[in-house]
């Protein structure tokens, strides 16, 4: 099984095919809807002035995600309280939700990938191609599991988005993933999909 | 009437961290009928594991433990306001404890009340009395949004899909509704469906088909067909589990049928995830029991 450390590399990307399991380790960070949103809104569309607060945190996560990693996911987190923070669940949430945005968070950040479940659209896949970058799934629904590779929680971005949206930095070992989407235009989804469709149409005349 | 806030709490450890019996076993039927080495079964093996490590370290199997459904069926003359007022409580103490997700925002702002207190729809609790003699139960259900957000429901006619006001129309919109979810519910999944009734009745029952067993018949013998048909025709499809391709996309089927005015003809699907989780307790007197 392929072992990939982040930050990742151009080439390391560009050798990754459909259908290939991988196992992640270093540090990443997780964003989700209101992540995405707030990337789009302030950074890039620049629809709404960024806050001093938006400044600062764009610098902090800059150079975790320049080469590096979004998580789709919105974890269970003990220790909130505290601030001894520990991942109790973490299982990739949907990640078509942020089909409008993620090409461009790409390229912004020069992202090498994202990891979410159930697979992207065109706009990413052209954003995997151009970028490059790939489409991670992980296992829906394997929270407990998928916690237990999370060696430490490095600290929390924006925990005012509540705990499942908030940005959690966080460092992992042998995360387990499979690509699904290449930066060869490859995609799972598009084979299983088509492949459903046609079979859809064959009972669809029955 | 006793406090049963204690009770309710286990209730929700166990249906968030502990996949009913029944759904396991047939996961793990799954697991063999997929082909040795694919990616199904690979996702297959994932996912068991996770079942038996998440019941081992009572944490969730899931990190999004949904909205909380409840569905309550009191002896006459308990008091529903003191029984919701102990569900409010005990999913509070859930969340504290992290057998619960942080999970209830505001519509429009987007804030996240923080311990999975809400508004009066949040948690959901449906209420319904039976007789005196008959104990209290308390059945709980726990469905995550990437499902939810698969769940579709069709008004027949359907013109495009020549899907006409029968059961042959059902089977088409049902057909339909499923290879657009692809792997995005948390494929292999549980399909609750309901057939008739005004919008809202629909979506209402056809996720309380989702509290019968795997398997169960249904008493409706045309229903019970096709139940089974669009099992067996929806794992042609080839979906598989988490959308990788396979031979497993959902594990049942279930349907109910509703009165209906003549005009309305709706049929409502509620896909559930693999991560099933429902679980239900039962008080009589002063013995709680779980299953």
């Not at chain 1, 990640?95 to 945005?101: A, F, G």
């Not at chain 2, 429901?153 to 059961?167: F, T, W």
Request: net charge negative.
């Amino acid at each position: 099984m392929k072992k990939l450390t982040l930050p990742i590399s151009d080439e390391d990307i560009r050798a990754l095919k459909v259908g290939e399991t991988v196992l992640l380790s270093g540090v990443m960070m997780t964003g989700r809807d209101a992540v995405h949103k707030w990337l789009n809104d302030a950074f890039i569309a620049k629809t709404v002035e960024p806050t001093e607060d938006d400044v600062t945190v764009f610098e902090a996560i800059k150079p975790i995600l320049d080469g590096g990693i979004i998580y789709h996911c919105g974890p269970v987190v003990s220790g909130v309280d505290t601030g001894d923070y520990k991942f109790v669940a973490a299982g990739p949430t949907t990640s078509i939700r942020e089909e409008p945005y993620q090409a461009l968070v790409m390229e912004l950040f020069n992202l090498k990938g994202v990891i979410g479940k159930g697979g992207m659209e065109a706009k990413t896949l052209q954003g995997c191609m151009d970028t490059p970058a790939v489409y991670f799934h992980a296992i829906g629904g394997a929270a407990s599991l998928i916690a237990q590779s999370v060696q430490d929680v490095i600290t929390v971005h924006k925990l005012d988005f509540g705990v499942p949206e908030a940005m959690w930095v966080i460092d992992v070992k042998d995360f387990p993933v499979v690509v699904t989407m290449d930066s060869h235009g490859g995609s799972q989804h598009v084979t299983v999909k088509e492949k459903s469709q046609k079979v859809l149409d064959e009972l669809m005349e029955k | 009437m006793q406090d049963l806030t204690k009770e309710i709490l286990e209730l929700i450890r166990r249906t968030s961290t502990d996949l009913p019996a029944d759904v396991e076993a047939k996961l793990r039927t799954a697991y063999t009928d997929e082909e040795d080495g694919s990616a199904a079964q690979g996702a297959l093996d994932t996912i068991l594991k996770n079942v038996d490590l998440a019941r081992s370290n009572s944490t969730p199997i899931c990190q999004d433990t949904g909205t909380p459904l409840f569905y309550v069926h009191y002896p006459e003359g308990l008091s529903t306001r003191k029984i919701k007022k102990q569900i409010v409580d005990a999913v509070t103490e859930a969340t504290k404890l992290n057998y619960l997700r942080p999970n209830s925002v505001n519509a429009v702002t987007g804030a996240n009340t923080g311990d999975n207190s809400g508004d009066d729809h949040y948690p959901t609790i449906h209420f319904e009395e039976v007789d005196e003699n008959l104990p209290l139960t308390i059945e709980l259900m726990l469905k995550g949004g990437g499902c939810e957000n698969v769940g579709a429901q069709y008004k027949l006619p359907n013109v495009e899909m020549h899907a006409g006001r029968d059961l042959a129309g059902v089977r088409k919109v049902v057909l339909d509704a499923v290879q657009k979810a692809q792997g995005k519910g948390c494929a292999p999944g549980i399909l609750g469906i309901a057939v008739g009734g005004d919008r809202g009745a629909s979506y209402l029952a056809s996720k309380e088909t989702l509290l019968t067993k795997i398997g169960a018949e249904n008493p409706d013998a045309e229903l019970d067909a096709l139940e089974n048909q669009l099992t067996e025709e929806i794992n042609q499809m080839g979906i598989g589990p988490m959308g990788f391709g396979g031979k497993t996309t959902v594990l049942d089927t279930k349907i109910k049928g509703l009165h209906r005015v003549p005009a309305s003809y709706f049929v409502s699907v509620s896909y559930m995830c693999w991560a099933y989780r429902r679980r239900k307790m039962t008080v009589s007197g002063a013995e709680v029991s779980y299953d």
